[in-house]
């Protein structure tokens, strides 16, 4: 047998786990199980059936997964648990569908998740309603339930099987997720005073008790309501003496029970007295005895006091009251009264005396009541139109509803009032429907590329914004149209409500490029070439020109026509051939008799332009020379020449009144004459003058204009000219112009037939027509909805408009735009809205528990006390005629209250005399009182006397006729002027109504309002009286807004001053440098575009690489001097010893290598011999010749100026003196060297180059010839060089003076180059093949602002009256772009 303790241990320990489960399952959660595994059902299959309404068999898919989710072996799983996998059904017929159907009734009230499914309300379920109250934050989660059910169409009852509704659609769910308000808890009022000491005959001492009442009951899950009664042990007076041991010592507890329903009279009587019914359950119905909503208070322990609150709340669907069968009007409201029981319990569960528990005649067990009525609403509307009316894509459904109004309004407990609009989907079969309009963005052709968006605040060009071109932004308008299935989208079809489109909005801006003038890269002029005549082929006159020339640097993407003249003629007199014939190799000369005197040598020529250009012979005047010629082989006595030198360059290119230019020719004594020779002329004889440029010095260039419209040719084009191949975007060939002038250099425009016809430019051109484009624009929208309400009394008057948009702008002579792209026009006035009223009536009497109810529960017989009042109220309308309740309820706002509380006195309350007069006031702002006293009895009782019951003085501030008008809240945003309230959405042209066409557009800030300045700011002014109550601001003479000047900072971008000129290059000859820059003047501030990066000396600098040409420095060199013999010596370095040269032979010293032509002592040149002259005759050998070598600067014309030699330092300097020879009267006498042949490349030591000389006069007396041909190995920077371009770096991007940002070019230097490191003239490497390009496009990238919408208009105010901080709001969209700076 087991003990008690072990019965009581083990009965506590079920206690607890049976505890611990409970509360487990209220919270919701779930018993962990030892396996994670559990089984997973899927939906059942087709009846299988051999005909329908025959039995048959239905499957389904049963499998183990875990708890995490993935399919596991089944053996994991329990199989005692496995669900069914089959089960019997019916295979449901066809026709079946007609029969039955599901039958869904209303969705009931939300509750929260977190409340116990059971009734009865345990600990653990408080805790968690105050934490979730606690949690909550905006709702909470909750769930609707509803009954699902299968049954019948005709009469409604249930199948006896679901299976049948579930073989034509699926079960209906019959839960459904739903949001609740956060928790209420429970309020409750401050705790009473204490109630007096009540004196006990024996036990412990007297005690005292206080109570509070309950506020608001707890809703949607908040804590229940605590204890409203506290006790405790009263400290003062002598303590009852100990009770005898007959008569123990008991607590006492209040028992109170729910409320009875309302009723109007008795229930019954017997034998004359009244007999009430406590029950809270209507007559009728059985009584049901609830513990949990009973009352309990016990003395001398921990007060745990819960008062039921459920019947205030509680729900009768299904109960009807008595009174509904009265006859009552519709608005009147009637007064009943509610019991309950109210017992004294002890501590041994008996009944005692009410007065030992009562205190203070508290709680009472009866009051008025208003007797409860149903809301009551009229019949349903019919359904509207289905909302869908065509299928989508989506295939959801469309949906109808119908409403019903309010006839008459809840009272009391009765039933509120269900829905008034219902909701219902309609046209499910989406396949016989057609097919829905579809709507689509569509977006206008792009604008007008804009440059003025892009300048910085400070930029000069603001003012004319006309020759900007390169970087800039285009816009374009988008709008909203109806596209239909069967075609495609056109640009003509009709705007329709943006609403109407979805998905994201097109690009409304885009960056764009104007074309700029391009930057024409040119090389430099050439020299002045000879004067030749106009035309070539026919020359006519004595009138010719001097041209020079220039070209496009190689990788200037630029037609030649928007450059700048390329040449450029300066006329002259006795102009020669533009073609001759040039020898290009001369034999031996073979005297006819012996071996000297007259003879001929074998020629070849070629036909050459008068720069040197071969061309064929054919072009050359005249014959061709003959292939020999006369020559003439000097004899051994006669003196020996050399060829005449080429002519000098002109010392002039041009003649003026006083100056004139000349060139000269020289040939110089190879050998003197021996006896009985012939003698050498003088020197005067050796050197020819003559006069050059003789033209004026007036320069002469052909300018042409720009190309004019391509107009249509009507005679069309000569048969011979090529036609351009057509395009989509031409109408036919036609003609442009342009104007092409003679321009004097300096003097401006001169008659045309002073410039040369041949480079004339030509004035006019075949072209294609472009067609004329004729402006796009959509048709009208339809007209904007007038408002279908009605309008109030002072409404202003509604308009409605329509646009259209141009969607292509003309161009090309084509159609011009209309006028008018918006209409506007009055709607029809509206119907006046309904004026109806409540109307109010008097006070009834205050109404109190029947006196018989009063005496059936044993209450005192006098009747005073709380009750109710009731006056009645009406709706009326504008004649007072009676109208019914719900176009009250729609027009003349809430409802009047049609119940009051009252008290009617009784002869124990506490009588006070009335009000004495308020004492006058002194002036505003003062305070008034007035007394009254005690009456009667009232003046002994002790209750009566507590002031805050019974206040016998009043005060209260003067009334006063002053306002003031306060300040509420802060101040709004500065608000700048000019912003519209209508410019929502629409960003149109200046004067366009906006926001009234639903078309977005976007465009330059600068054609906004602006974002900065000077504004104003707005405050709301509270008008209050003197006691601080807010009032009308009328009151005050105010408009309700203090209005103070503000400023919007604007943003100031970086101010960097104007560009510097450039410098000139820092090398005098050769590459360099040059630089320009701009010094910061002022900083970015407020958000203004930032500064480049700045040096240390804040600036930004700019460099370009730079090239002086050497050749506008030169070596200008004398003609040589005579050949002076003197005894030289011959290993000396100043000297160059070569063979006697003229003075106009090469100085290169390759051309003479001194290993080869250096006298020995056998040759016939050794200076140690002695000839035999003739008496007089000049000595002969070995001599030296001198020169002078100036550095000038060419000027123009041709003039030179003599400037410091370091000036030339990056040239060679020529040679001053060298060796000469004159070779004696029987020596040999040869001509000069030709030049070396070309070593082929690459250049390689087996190959050599070679030269030659020819036999001017025949040795005698022994002498011979030196050797007159000479090579050389073909050696690498030796003898073979190679020619390369050097490149300099490329410059910064360069932009024209024009434009902004966008596209520019990057240009580079070059120069010739050969493989030694020596500069050399760039034919060198021009006859090689052309160089690289010397110019690339770049990018600078374009400084973009913000682009904004204009303002949405102003929202709704966010308060309507009252003083808190009230708020409006608007918005604005801003295009996603990449800011650049």
């Known amino acids: 047998m087991k003990t008690p303790g072990c019965a009581f241990g083990m009965h506590h320990t079920w206690t607890l786990l049976l505890f611990l489960n409970v509360a487990l399952v209220g919270m919701g959660t779930e018993v962990l199980r030892q396996l994670p595994y559990s089984w997973k059902t899927g939906m059942w299959g087709v009846c299988v059936a051999e005909t329908c309404g025959s039995a048959g068999v239905q499957s389904r898919a049963v499998w183990c997964v875990h708890s995490e989710g993935w399919t596991t072996h089944p053996s994991n799983c329990v199989p005692s648990e496995r669900p069914s996998e089959r089960r019997a059904c019916v295979r449901v017929c066809e026709w079946h569908r007609t029969l039955f159907e599901w039958h869904l009734s209303s969705w009931g009230t939300c509750s929260p998740i977190s409340t116990s499914s059971s009734s009865s309300s345990s600990s653990s379920s408080s805790v968690l309603s105050s934490v979730a109250a606690g949690e909550c934050v905006t709702a909470q989660r909750g769930v609707q339930r509803r009954h699902v059910t299968c049954s019948r169409r005709t009469d409604g009852e249930a199948a006896s099987d679901e299976r049948v509704c579930e073989a034509f659609s699926p079960r209906p769910s019959d839960e459904q997720a739903c949001l609740l308000p956060c928790p209420i808890n429970c309020v409750l009022s401050a705790f009473s005073h204490w109630s007096p000491c009540r004196s006990q005959s024996c036990g412990s001492a007297p005690l005292q008790h206080r109570t509070r009442q309950v506020l608001a009951a707890p809703l949607y899950g908040g804590a229940e309501c605590p204890s409203l009664t506290q006790t405790r042990r009263c400290h003062h007076g002598d303590s009852p003496p100990p009770c005898p041991a007959s008569q123990p010592e008991h607590s006492y507890s209040l028992w109170a029970g729910p409320w009875s329903e309302c009723r109007v009279r008795a229930v019954g009587t017997t034998n004359g007295r009244t007999r009430v019914d406590f029950s809270m359950e209507p007559l009728g119905r059985p009584k049901v005895k609830r513990s949990d909503e009973a009352v309990f208070v016990r003395r001398h322990t ?56 009562d205190h203070d005649n508290a709680p009472v067990n009866f009051r008025t009541c208003v007797m409860p009525r149903d809301c009551e609403v009229s019949d349903w509307s019919e359904w509207s139109p289905c909302s869908k009316t065509c299928r989508t894509v989506d295939q959801s459904p469309g949906y109808r509803t119908r409403k019903r109004h309010v006839k008459g309004l809840q009272i009391g407990e009765g039933k509120e009032c269900p829905a008034l609009e219902e909701k219902e989907a309609c046209n499910l079969i989406g396949d016989l429907l057609p097919v829905c309009p579809s709507y689509q963005w569509l977006v206008t052709d792009w604008g007008r590329c804009e440059s003025l968006p892009l300048l910085g605040q400070q930029d000069h060009r603001h003012g004319n914004a006309s020759f900007l071109c390169g970087g800039g932004l285009q816009t374009r308008e988008v709008y909203c149209a109806r596209v239909g299935h069967s075609t495609s989208p056109s640009h003509k079809l009709r705007p329709v409500r943006r609403d109407l489109c979805s998905g994201p909005l097109p690009s409304l801006v885009q960056n764009c490029s104007t074309p700029c003038p391009e930057l024409c890269l040119l090389s430099h002029w050439t020299d002045w070439g000879p004067c030749v005549h106009d035309e070539c082929n026919e020359p006519q006159g004595r009138r010719g020109f001097h041209v020079r020339r220039r070209s496009v640097l190689r990788g200037s993407a630029v037609a030649v026509e928007s450059c700048p003249h390329l040449t450029e003629a300066m006329p002259c007199d006795e102009p020669t051939s533009c073609f001759s014939w040039r020898v290009t190799s001369q034999a031996p000369c073979s005297p006819q008799d012996g071996l000297c005197g007259p003879g001929t040598q074998k020629q070849e020529v070629e036909c050459v332009t008068a720069s040197g250009e071969a061309v064929p012979n054919d072009r050359c005047p005249g014959d061709q020379p003959p292939t020999d010629s006369p020559c003439e082989l000097a004899c051994a006595s006669n003196c020996v020449l050399s060829n005449w030198s080429p002519w000098s360059q002109c010392s002039l290119s041009c003649s003026g009144k006083h100056s004139e230019g000349k060139q000269h020719r020289t040939r110089s004594v190879l050998a003197l004459p021996g006896e009985g020779g012939a003698a050498c002329p003088n020197a005067s004889a050796l050197q020819q003058w003559r006069p050059c440029g003789s033209g004026p010095c007036v320069q002469l260039h052909w300018t042409a204009g720009p190309w004019g419209p391509c107009t249509p040719d009507p005679l069309g084009w000569p048969l011979n000219t090529s036609e351009p191949e057509l395009t989509n975007a031409t109408c036919g060939l036609g003609t442009q112009m342009r104007e092409v002038t003679c321009v004097k250099a300096n003097n401006g425009v001169v008659t045309p037939k002073r410039c040369p016809v041949s480079s004339r430019p030509l004035s006019e051109r075949m072209c294609e027509v472009p067609c004329p484009v004729s402006c796009v624009v959509t048709p009208f929208s339809e007209w904007s909805p007038c408002p279908d309400t009605c309008s109030s009394e002072n409404a202003t008057v509604v308009t409605q408009s329509r646009h259209r948009i141009i969607i292509q702008r003309p161009a090309n002579g084509g159609q011009d735009c209309p006028d008018t792209l918006y209409e506007e026009r009055e709607c029809e006035p509206a119907p006046a809205c309904p004026l109806y009223r409540w109307q109010t009536y008097h006070w009834h009497k205050c109404i109190l528990v029947p006196d018989s109810v009063r005496q059936a529960v044993g209450a005192s017989t006098e009747s005073c006390g709380q009750g109710l009042e009731t006056r009645a109220v009406t709706c009326v309308g504008v004649d007072e005629a009676p109208a019914e309740l719900w176009l009250c309820l729609r027009w003349g706002g809430a409802m009047p209250a049609p119940v009051r509380g009252c008290r009617m006195a009784c002869k124990d309350d506490c009588t006070l005399s009335s009000w004495s007069n308020f004492t006058p006031c002194q002036g505003c702002g003062d305070w008034r009182s007035r007394t009254r006293t005690l009456t009667g009895r009232s003046k002994k009782r002790v209750h009566c006397q507590q002031s805050s019951l019974y206040p016998l003085l009043e005060r209260e501030p003067c009334p006063c006729s002053e306002f003031l008008a306060q300040p509420q809240g802060s101040w709004s945003p500065c608000l700048l002027p000019g912003t519209s309230e209508l410019a929502s959405w629409h960003l149109g042209l200046p004067g366009a109504q906006q926001g009234l ?24 002014l509270a008008c209050l009286d003197h006691r601080g109550r807010l009032v009308g601001p009328t009151l005050c003479a105010s408009s309700g807004l203090e209005v103070e000047e503000c400023h919007v900072a604007c943003p100031l971008d970086c101010r960097l001053s104007e560009w510097s000129p450039w410098s000139s290059c820092n090398a005098s000859c050769g590459w360099g440098v040059k630089v320009r820059a701009q010094w910061l003047k002022e900083k970015a501030f407020n958000g203004g575009r930032p500064c480049p990066k700045l040096d240390l000396r804040n600036q930004v600098s700019e460099v370009l690489p730079c090239y002086s040409e050497c050749d506008q420095y030169s070596w200008e060199v004398e003609p040589w001097s005579d050949c002076h013999m003197n005894l030289l010596d011959t290993n000396s370095s100043s000297l160059d010893r070569t063979n006697p040269t003229s003075p106009t032979s090469s100085n290169d010293t390759t051309d003479a290598p001194s290993t080869a032509l250096a006298p020995t002592a056998s040759s016939p040149y050794d200076v140690t011999a002695t000839p035999t002259w003739p008496q007089g005759a000049l000595s002969c050998g070995d001599g030296v010749q001198s020169r002078k070598a100036r550095c000038i600067r060419r000027g123009s014309h041709g003039r030179g100026q003599h400037v410091h030699e370091s000036m030339c330092g990056q040239l060679e300097q020529p040679i001053t003196s060298r060796t000469c020879q004159l070779s004696c009267p029987t020596h040999c006498v040869t001509s000069q060297w030709s030049q070396w042949s070309t070593c082929p490349m690459p250049c390689q030591p087996s190959v050599h180059r070679w030269r030659q000389r020819q036999v001017l006069r025949h040795p005698q007396g022994g002498h011979t010839c030196p050797e007159l041909n000479q090579t050389q190995a073909c050696l690498f920077n030796s003898t073979c060089f190679s020619y390369s371009y050097s490149y300099s770096a490329w410059s ?13 070019i990057r240009t580079r230097l070059h120069r010739c180059v050969r493989s030694d490191g020596r500069l050399v003239e760039m034919d060198e490497c021009t006859e090689r093949g052309p160089s690289e390009e010397l110019v690339t496009s770049c990018e600078v990238s374009c400084p973009v602002n913000c682009l904004l919408s204009a303002w949405s208009p102003w929202s709704e105010c966010s308060h309507t009256c009252g003083n808190q901080s009230i708020k409006k709001y608007r918005e604005r969209e801003r295009d996603k772009r990449k800011i650049s700076t």
């Open 997 to 1020: 066409d639903g078309v977005l557009r976007w465009r330059p800030p600068q054609l906004e309002v602006k974002e900065c300045g000077q504004g104003r700011r707005y405050r709301a």
């Open 302 to 357: 921990e007060s745990i006091f819960r008062l039921s609150h459920h019947h205030h709340h509680h729900q009768h669907p299904h109960s009807h009251h008595p009174h509904h069968a009265l006859p009552a009007e519709p608005y009147d409201t009637h007064i009943g009264y509610q019991t309950r029981q109210v017992r004294c319990i002890r501590s041994d569960g008996k009944n005692v005396m009410l007065s030992l528990c």
């Open 1292 to 1304: 910064s991007c360069q932009l024209s003076e024009n434009a902004v940002c966008g596209r520019g």
